[in-house]
């Protein structure tokens, strides 16, 4: 499976980057793995934003892994919780986490 996320932010976001803390759990809530996440949102070098969207506001996908594999047949939850170094972060306006089926096996 292709494991992404959806970042939705805007020009007011202080940072070029983004750390994400992901938990996935089954169903009767037993721990599988846990990954802290960084990604880019602005080009370092020059403080472009990444994705597209209509004035300040972005939307852009990003890959966590291309190709993960499930231990077991089952439902699963996705633990998701920023790791920056404040509480509430201005110019991120939504967060997505979505699972597809992968094209490479």
Known sequence: YK???SIRYDNDYPYYNLYINRVLEDSSNKFINKKVQGMD????ST???FGGGIGSAK????????NYKFPYIGTYKVKLKQYM????IPGISAVGFRVEKSTTN
């Not at 949102?41 to 370092?44: A, I, N, Y």
């Not at 170094?85 to 509430?88: A, L, N, P, T, V």
Request: hydrophobic residues 40%.
């Open 3 to 5: 494991l992404l996320y």
């Open 41 to 44: 949102l602005f080009k370092p």
């Open 47 to 49: 403080g472009v934003p």
């Open 59 to 66: 939307d852009f996908l990003i890959v966590s892994e291309d």
């Open 85 to 88: 170094r404040q509480e509430s």
